[in-house]
């Protein structure tokens, strides 16, 4: 498999990434070398093999159902880019 | 008293607590080495007052005869770790300017041990790289240099700023992470000691996620004993990381200078590539003979699906990444650059503050996750990876105790060096190590020796989980046969 002009800005913008036409086709090449690389994996036999989950057996953690912590919303808010009293700020998103 | 940055921690701590030396004494000796060394670029933030004003509280309570285990050890903090009210970059732009309200739990327990913070050490941007050079605050400058060359040498990465204030004493330890060989790597390159202890034997919780599923924070030192110090006050269970494991820490430092007679150790023929150089090759037999001669036995072992570790790797970690760095979207911290509208302003701010490879990683886990590629990549890589962990666990229920290898397939190299036209050649350093993330297990680098360029060359032990006790024993074993490592004589000090 390999990607394209088309695929990359899709992925870019999957990722939530702005690129630049002139980087298009270099960011191409490069995620074609990784993809190349990786290639190998699927003349792996892995018939009847369970993807892993966890390295180690271990039973999922519970706790008690209760607040254990809070009331720091200055704190949260520190180190936001934009904020209006408790609120983080955003561009309008809803016309 | 000489230099006080010459001495191991385990001496510093003996002389610290039989009040030979105060806490702020050495810490004041480790800060006046950082000044002139701000060439090497290990630190990407200092923090003299803290430190001074965390080794007079040492020293007040070494008075009140109330000292910790680490009592007034000045120690360096990758800067993946958040500590409070200290800027934690990731060595990212998109967090220059973040500080955390909250301190990691690893660094936490450093502290509650009585350690000293000098300051936070430089790394490969948010530790994806191995030779610390992604890193948006400028590549570290190992201490070491080839001989007969005034290049600049990589630190290994991405634990870069580790490893390289470590080998030029600039802290008596650092603590570093390691997702695919970022500790044991660059210690290799820097004659210097690093342990992944096993996935959950210290929390990752306030430590930047990389790939949660392969994370682990552990220690760089100059000995093994050091190393183990410095563990059992990293490791223990945390109720934050639901991945942490209850399970007391035991005594490590005990375990260094332990017979090893009887040690049943692997070495794995796959690990001997195609094209290894005939010094790697001969280090390696150098540590087989080395730890035969302690009364270790050697057998030889297969471990059949090595080769495919780093592929599956390549799939696995930047699909982990991919979602982790989802969060920095220039709303609740980090760097915001605006855009027409919200989607614009988030491919804006990641655009300008991920570096090159971090978005080349994330576009990768994005695309092997997207529709109709997920079971093809990630899926099938997650199978291999089954796989590769059977492996290890079929040559342990056979007997083995633990699995001798190379640490890195070279020296270090220069900057500009590797990786440049081709990702992929930065990616193969992880070779040996990355196995060991994918199977959740603790490994060890420890220093052989130097090649003939002059620079070190590390062997790596692999051990069973949570039996990180039998490595430091075989470490210590190498360690005291190998010959011994001058560390370089600080040609960059500043006057």
């Not at chain 1, 086709?25 to 989950?53: C, H, K, M, Q, Y």
């Not at chain 2, 002139?36 to 933030?45: D, E, P, Q, V, W």
Request: net charge negative; hydrophobic share 40%.
């Amino acid at each position: 498999m390999s990607v394209d002009s088309a695929t990359v800005r899709r992925i870019a913008h999957l990722a939530r990434i702005a690129v630049e036409d002139a980087e298009v086709e270099r960011l191409g090449g490069e995620l074609n070398a990784i993809l190349a690389f990786v290639e190998e994996l699927s003349a792996v036999d892995v018939e009847g093999v369970e993807p892993i989950t966890s390295v180690l057996p271990m039973q999922m953690k519970k706790r008690e159902d209760v607040v254990t912590d809070g009331g720091v919303a200055d704190d949260i808010l520190a180190n936001a880019p934009a904020r209006e009293d408790h609120y983080f700020v955003v561009p309008k998103v809803v016309e | 008293m000489s230099d006080p940055t010459k001495l191991t921690l385990a001496q510093a701590r003996d002389a610290v607590k039989s009040k030979e030396m105060s806490a702020v004494e050495l810490t004041r000796a480790h800060l006046d080495a950082m000044t002139r060394a701000k060439s090497l670029n290990c630190y990407i933030t200092e923090t003299p007052e803290r430190a001074l004003a965390m080794a007079k509280a040492s020293d007040d309570r070494i008075a009140r005869g109330e000292a910790g285990p680490l009592e007034g050890l000045p120690l360096g903090i990758k800067d993946l770790y958040c500590t409070k009210g200290v800027r934690t970059t990731a060595a990212s732009r998109i967090l220059d300017r973040f500080t955390p309200p909250y301190e990691s739990t690893v660094s936490a327990n450093l502290w509650r041990d009585g350690a000293v913070m000098l300051g936070k050490l430089n790394l490969d941007e948010f530790a994806m790289g191995s030779s610390n050079e992604t890193s948006a605050f400028g590549p570290v400058v190992s201490p070491w240099r080839r001989k007969g060359d005034d290049a600049k040498i990589v630190p290994g990465g991405s634990s870069g700023g580790s490893s390289a204030a470590v080998a030029a004493r600039l802290c008596l330890g650092a603590t570093a992470t390691d997702t695919g060989g970022s500790i044991r790597q660059p210690a290799a390159f820097t004659g210097t000691v690093g342990i992944k202890p096993t996935y959950g034997r210290c929390s990752r919780w306030g430590i930047v996620a990389f790939a949660s599923s392969l994370d682990q924070a552990g220690p760089i030192t100059r000995t093994v004993r050091d190393a183990a110090i410095m563990l059992r006050s990293m490791a223990g269970h945390d109720p934050k990381d639901t991945t942490s494991v209850d399970a007391p820490v035991p005594d490590y430092e005990a375990a260094v200078g332990a017979s090893v007679k009887g040690r049943r150790i692997g070495v794995p023929k796959e690990y001997r590539l195609d094209g290894m150089s005939a010094e790697i090759a001969a280090l390696w037999d150098q540590g087989v003979a080395w730890l035969k001669d302690a009364g270790a036995e050697i057998v030889d072992i297969s471990l059949p699906h090595t080769r495919h570790a780093l592929p599956t790797y390549y799939i696995i970690a930047p699909a982990e990444a991919s979602s982790n760095l989802a969060r920095y979207d220039g709303v609740r911290y980090g760097l915001r650059v605006e855009g027409r509208d919200i989607i614009e302003m988030y491919e804006n701010t990641r655009a300008r503050g991920f570096g090159s490879e971090v978005r080349r990683r994330v576009m990768i886990g994005t695309y092997v996750l997207s529709h109709g590629y997920y079971d093809a990549y990630y899926v099938r890589a997650q199978k291999v990876r089954s796989l590769i962990k059977r492996d290890f666990d079929q040559a342990f229920a056979a007997g083995v105790d633990a699995v001798l290898t190379p640490a890195t397939p070279s020296t270090a190299f220069a900057q500009g060096e590797k990786g440049a036209a081709d990702p992929v050649e930065m990616y193969l350093n992880d070779v040996f190590t990355v196995t060991v993330n994918m199977a959740g297990l603790p490994g060890v680098s420890v220093p052989g020796g130097l090649a003939a360029n002059g620079l070190p060359l590390g062997l790596q032990l692999i051990g069973r989980p949570f039996d990180e006790e039998t490595l430091f024993s075989l470490a210590a074993a190498i360690e005291s046969a190998a010959p011994k490592i001058d560390l370089p004589s600080p040609w960059w000090n500043e006057v």
